[in-house]
């Protein structure tokens, strides 16, 4: 690939890996996204959270992939493993996060494929995901074949206030499809 960044998942998260993602996800909300933080969000927050997903990496509950540049970490995006024992053929893809450095150059498209690429050396079959109704995510996951399932108005707010829809969508990861490898 000729893109100016690589995608490669993280098997452990040091403390200068969690002061770029904070920076990541602090640019993410700033910028607008309904993320699950409110706007204003401290480093201080954003940092906590980030510990939070380095024990669910470390602990193999969660799986984290990154897309560096020239400047450090400018995308990401999780599995969540951890779900109930009836459930061990899916993950959830969460926290899809592109720097608005980097964003409209194929980063985030390129980080869903390698999402599906792991979940699939996971042994996974299934992907779950919510993601803003008609927003630029939403857009992007039903470009790449994701499966829409339906609407929840008024499901979260926005980070300065407002609330809005949520959509579900899902990914059958036994149909065949372009998925890339992170070695792509
Ligand atoms: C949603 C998000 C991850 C998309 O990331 P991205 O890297 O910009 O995604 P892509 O570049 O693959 O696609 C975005 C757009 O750029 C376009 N694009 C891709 N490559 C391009 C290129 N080389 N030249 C011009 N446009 C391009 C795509 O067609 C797409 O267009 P559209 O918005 O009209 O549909 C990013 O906007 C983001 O992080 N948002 C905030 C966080 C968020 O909402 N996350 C989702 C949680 S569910």
New binding site residues.
Partial sequence: MTAGWRIRRLRGVDDAQIQSLADVLID?VE?G?S?SFMHPITHERSVAFWREVARGVASNQRALLVAEDAQGICGTVQLIFQLPENQPHRADLAK???HRR????????ALVRAAEATARECGKTLLV?D?VTD???A??YE?LGWTRVGDIPGYALMPRGGLCSTTYFYRDLRAPDSGASLAD
Wanted: glycine share 18%.
């Fill in positions: 993410c910028g996204a993320v899809m996060l592109v980097a964003r409209r150059q194929g980063l985030g498209a995901l993601a927003g630029d995510a857009r992007l470009r």
